[in-house]
């Protein structure tokens, strides 16, 4: 988001570059914006421009030189994404204005003659003066109270700084994307002030008061629109800074596992996930072993689930639970342990799966391979990936005709082309393939739909073979396009008209994108005639088109281009 070298923002901001930047339909927007007054407060420094602009919400803009480049942003979902859009358009030209008009005369020294005026008051007057200001900006009144909380003589004040922290944290009713937006500043400026208490030697009350905001925040996310996303990152600076706290004060490691262990188990939005990694080094032994012990017991509450069944905790508190045993076991680098946790849920295919593979990346194939086909065994419809994971086993195993066989049956039970492809993959190179083959192509064949079987012929070469079943079972527009391309030099004739109803349904999308891809299905079939000799169809085919679509101006104007 960024361009240009000179160190003055106003000297990017010629209309030509802010249309460049915005596109037409948001200069036009801006330019709207700005001739109604929208932009209701500018302020011009030496590098930075910033304004609100009244639009659905009241939005806050900024414009500055960073680095001799122009950098920008604005509260509006489309600013959010990084856009240049209608208010940044809006902010420019009322500072373009300004510059033009005068308005904006000693702004190089605006700071200076404002530091000078201040250095001429008197404490008590300067005092008065934020008191002032914090009257009519509850954000600076609220900053100030952090800082008078942080900084008190006889030590931080916990309790107003607790107090402090609920408020900024806490919200009422719902807050719409403007006001998450200034929820996470105001909470952004706690977490500032915890920062602070943080460097001031005082990580202990930095501890309670992070896990505080935490809460806070986790409850009021429920009840604003962050779709802009402001608040969320709270909850990982928050998350952060409780860690460097307890990297510094060291608290009892017992009393923090348990905290960590009940948060990462409950909180919905995860903010101590893999706590014990992240922790360890803090939690000592007897921390360690009592983060341990409360998963062991909270494990021994789960319930086994056989092949089929189900858990209505799932995805809650069982995941959670499971999740963090596998730290455990991972941690203690235990395969055994780790297969142990694995099998308390056997309730679909893919958790054979996933145990098979552990013990695959143990060096154990003749295990993986026993859990796989228990698996196999203890489903009817079984995930395709266990069937080609146990194929491979028993392939690697030395077992080919049983991997072959595996992939017949399972591909007899359901025949399509990706089947179709696994029993390929492990039956093309033994006994008997051409068989299976014939038989296999009869299987599709009987499912009506020449599509698959279509695809299956492509992708062995049999392009005659393919025309002659797409004629006979008919099959998909994309297997059409495939097929007509494949043969556009073998069979032009046959692949033209494919080509044409390509073009057709791609300038039934009826926009740009549809359009270009319209002209370049027909400079294929451009190509196809010239090699087939017979390049003179071409124009009356194109003038067929123009015929047909003469108002659709955008694809008249890229045949212009064309030359057709």
Same mark, same amino acid.
Request: hydrophobic share 40%; aromatic share 8%; with cysteine.
């Given at each position: 988001? +960024?361009?240009?070298?000179?160190?003055?923002?106003?000297?990017?901001?010629? +209309?030509? !570059?802010?249309?460049?930047?915005?596109?037409?339909?948001?200069?036009?927007?801006?330019?709207?914006?700005?001739?109604?007054?929208?932009?209701?407060?500018?302020?011009?420094?030496? !590098?930075?421009?910033?304004? %609100?602009? +009244?639009?659905?919400?009241?939005?806050?803009?900024?414009?500055? %030189?960073?680095?001799?480049?122009?950098?920008?942003?604005?509260?509006?979902?489309?600013?959010?994404?990084?856009?240049?859009?209608?208010?940044?358009?809006?902010?420019?030209?009322?500072?373009?204005e300004a510059r033009a008009e005068g308005t904006d005369a000693a702004l190089d020294d605006r700071e200076a003659r404002a530091r000078a005026a201040l250095e001429r008051r008197s404490p008590e007057e300067l005092v008065e003066l934020?008191?002032?200001?914090?009257?009519?900006?509850?954000?600076?009144?609220?900053?100030?109270?952090?800082?008078?909380?942080?900084?008190? !003589?006889?030590?931080?004040?916990?309790?107003?700084?607790?107090?402090?922290?609920?408020?900024?944290?806490?919200?009422?009713?719902?807050?719409?994307?403007?006001?998450?937006?200034?929820?996470?500043?105001?909470?952004?400026?706690?977490i500032a002030t915890l920062s602070s208490l943080l460097e001031d030697g005082h990580a202990a009350i930095v501890i309670d008061l992070s896990e505080r905001a935490l809460t806070g925040v986790e409850r009021a996310l429920d009840h604003m629109d962050d779709s802009d996303g402001h608040a969320g990152p709270l909850l990982d600076d928050l998350h952060e800074l409780h860690l460097a706290a307890c990297r510094s004060a060291r608290p009892d490691g017992e009393a923090l596992a348990a905290r960590l262990f009940e948060r990462e188990l409950d909180s919905p939005w995860e903010v101590f996930y893999g706590a014990f990694e992240r922790y360890r080094d803090v939690l000592g032994a007897r921390g360690v072993a009592r983060y341990r012990q409360l998963a062991e017991a909270e494990w021994e509450q789960v319930k086994p689930l056989g092949p089929g069944e189900d858990d209505p905790d799932r995805f809650e508190r069982r995941f959670r639970i499971t999740r963090i045993m596998e730290t455990l076991a991972n941690a203690d680098d235990d395969v055994a342990r780790r297969v142990d946790i694995k099998t308390r849920d056997l309730s679909a295919p893919y958790r054979f799966l996933d145990i098979a593979t552990v013990w695959l990346e143990a060096g154990e194939p003749e295990r993986a391979l026993e859990w796989g086909q228990r698996g196999l065994a203890a489903f009817d419809r079984p995930d395709a990936?266990? %069937?080609?994971?146990?194929?491979?086993?028993?392939?690697?195993?030395?077992?080919?005709?049983?991997?072959?066989?595996?992939?017949?049956?399972?591909?007899?039970? !359901?025949?399509?082309?990706?089947?179709?492809?696994?029993?390929?993959?492990?039956?093309?190179?033994?006994?008997?393939w051409a068989e299976v083959r014939e038989r296999a192509h009869g299987e599709l064949r009987r499912l009506s739909n020449g599509s698959q079987l279509v695809s299956v012929l492509l992708g062995e070469g049999e392009l005659d073979l393919a025309w002659e079943e797409a004629d006979a079972l008919g099959c998909s527009a994309d297997v059409w396009l495939r097929l007509a391309r494949a043969g556009a030099r073998s069979r032009p004739f046959d692949a033209v008209p494919i080509l044409e109803q390509e073009a057709e349904r791609r300038i039934a999308v009826t926009n740009k994108r549809g359009y270009r891809a319209a002209v370049d299905v027909l400079g294929e079939i451009r190509d196809i005639l010239r090699r087939a000799g017979d390049e003179d169809r071409f124009p009356r085919l194109v003038a067929d088109v123009r015929a047909r679509h003469a108002r659709k101006k955008n694809l008249i104007g890229l045949l212009d281009q064309a030359g057709w």
């Open positions: 988001m +960024s361009d240009g070298t000179n160190t003055d923002p106003l000297a990017h901001l010629a +209309s030509e !570059r802010l249309i460049e930047l915005a596109g037409r339909r948001s200069w036009e927007r801006g330019v709207r914006y700005f001739e109604a007054g929208c932009v209701v407060w500018l302020r011009l420094d030496r !590098r930075r421009i910033s304004a %609100t602009v +009244s639009g659905t919400e009241p939005y806050d803009v900024r414009l500055e %030189t960073s680095e001799d480049e122009l950098a920008w942003s604005c509260s509006c979902p489309m600013g959010a994404e990084g856009y240049f859009c209608k208010h940044a358009v809006a902010t420019a030209l009322a500072a373009v934020l008191l002032e200001q914090a009257r009519v900006d509850p954000e600076f009144e609220d900053r100030l109270l952090l800082e008078a909380a942080r900084s008190d !003589r006889a030590g931080p004040d916990v309790v107003a700084l607790g107090r402090l922290i609920d408020d900024a944290t806490a919200v009422r009713g719902f807050l719409s994307r403007r006001g998450a937006y200034h929820y996470a500043s105001g909470v952004a400026q706690a990936r266990l %069937t080609e994971f146990v194929a491979e086993r028993l392939r690697e195993l030395g077992r080919r005709e049983d991997a072959a066989a595996l992939a017949w049956e399972d591909f007899a039970a !359901r025949p399509s082309l990706e089947r179709y492809q696994r029993l390929a993959k492990f039956g093309r190179d033994g006994p008997g």
